[in-house]
């Protein structure tokens, strides 16, 4: 990548509107299957990098698109009337407390580019989703992070941030947390929301909700007008190639973002699966079943291999490679992994260079991940 300097050079005589965006990482993504296809000529691939559902969707889903295909002519609903009055029913809010987004990312920037300036601060986990520091760069914030307890939030520590950092507009928790898996109790967020000033945005990335049904906080935005709760349709409901999240907050702060936000920043195709998504109520319980049987059996393999994990609330799992042999590496150990055509995900990025997140897949998926891992452990 080029060095912030050379960035700088290049541009002149344009200068970005931060200084602090010339140090920004672009998102590693996971490596899109076909991308491996074309590099190493391998068909039968086996992607557990980016947290997606191995089932794949609601056969509700495919009618839902199927109808909308004849309408692409026509512009989406700018205001997402019908996905928006399920999503109220849903979740037991009013309409008017929910925005759309292009995803929950789109979500999370709406609210960084309403609320926080380039004179103010934002506070968030070490080991923490990497799109939070990101976000803090883009708007030429000052980034806290506060460093993790056992790899999850330390709220007590973060409350803390808060109060150090006067300036501070938002924090963000995910809960569960990606990449860790890790979850708070009720009891803490409560405590940590009522000790932080009213003025500062209290940003709950829920993104794994569906998992973990009892991480479900739901209940703090009728107490808290500054707590705002983002969700996706990208996990659980299997739709991440159509980019539709969606966020539940005061009525205030939902006008706001509905301001902020593209006036057709999800698609008609988006809006209809994800109404057809949320209706099939059958399809996440019995996605959440296979997650729950195939987590149970890794947790077992990785034991039998010797590899410790963090014990994860969502759809992955955070692996730490400490091995005797000199030369094995998690980056060794993925590199390995994707010749033989199996994606997982390295954690440089977030500090964990000697761990790797691996998204639960199938139960094929996962033995053909158990056996390529064995026979790159074993060297057999
Ligand atoms: C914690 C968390 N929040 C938000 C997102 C963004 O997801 P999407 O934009 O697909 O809704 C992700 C995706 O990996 C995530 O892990």
């Known amino acids: 990548m080029q060095s912030s300097q050379s960035i700088e050079s290049s541009l002149s ?18 490596k899109p299957i076909e991308e491996l296809t074309r590099e190493y000529g391998i068909s039968d691939v086996v992607k557990l990098a980016s947290n997606e559902n191995p089932v794949g969707c609601s056969p509700q889903v495919t009618l839902a698109i199927t109808e909308q295909l004849s309408q692409l002519a026509r512009y989406p609903d700018g205001n997402g009337y019908y996905l928006k009055q399920a999503l109220a029913d849903f979740n037991d809010v009013n309409v008017d407390q929910i925005t759309l987004g292009n995803g929950s990312d789109d979500l999370l920037d709406i609210l960084a580019r309403s609320f926080v300036g380039a004179d ?16 803090a760069k883009m708007q030429g914030a000052l980034g806290v992070e506060v460093p993790a307890q056992r790899f999850g939030h330390d709220l007590k520590a973060m409350s803390q941030a808060v109060q150090d950092n ?4 938002m924090v963000f928790i995910a809960n569960p947390n990606n990449p860790t898996g890790t979850q708070l109790a009720h009891k803490e ?24 049904p009892e991480s479900n906080n739901r209940a703090l935005i009728d107490e808290f007008d500054n707590v705002v709760i983002v969700r996706t349709f990208s996990k659980a409901y299997g739709l991440a190639g159509l980019r539709v999240g969606y966020a539940l907050s005061s009525v205030a702060v939902a006008d706001l973002l509905n301001r902020i936000r593209q006036p057709f920043n999800v698609s008609r195709v988006g809006l209809a699966a994800a109404a057809a998504a949320l209706a099939d109520q059958d399809f996440i319980k019995k996605t959440r079943l296979i997650n729950d049987e195939q987590m149970r059996w890794l947790e077992k393999q990785f034991d039998a291999l010797g590899l410790g994990f963090i014990k994860s609330h969502a759809n992955f799992i955070m692996v730490e490679i400490k091995v005797e042999m000199e030369d094995i590496t998690a980056a060794s150990i993925h590199d390995a992994l994707l010749k033989q055509g199996v994606i997982v995900r390295p954690l440089d990025g977030y500090g964990l260079p000697n761990w790797l997140r691996i998204t639960v897949g199938l139960a094929e998926d996962n033995m053909r991940l158990i056996d390529t891992l064995r026979s790159i452990l074993t060297d057999d």
Not at 16 to 30: E, N, V
């Open 189 to 212: 967020l409560h405590a940590f929301v009522a000790s932080v000033p009213s003025s500062v945005l209290v940003v709950l990335d829920e993104a794994y909700i569906e998992y973990s």
């Open 166 to 169: 006067p300036h501070t507009k």
């Open 13 to 30: 005589p344009l200068v970005p509107a931060y200084a602090s965006i010339l140090s920004l990482a672009p998102y590693q993504a996971g």
């Open 120 to 135: 103010a601060a934002m506070v968030y986990s070490q080991y923490a989703f990497i799109v939070y520091p990101m976000l």
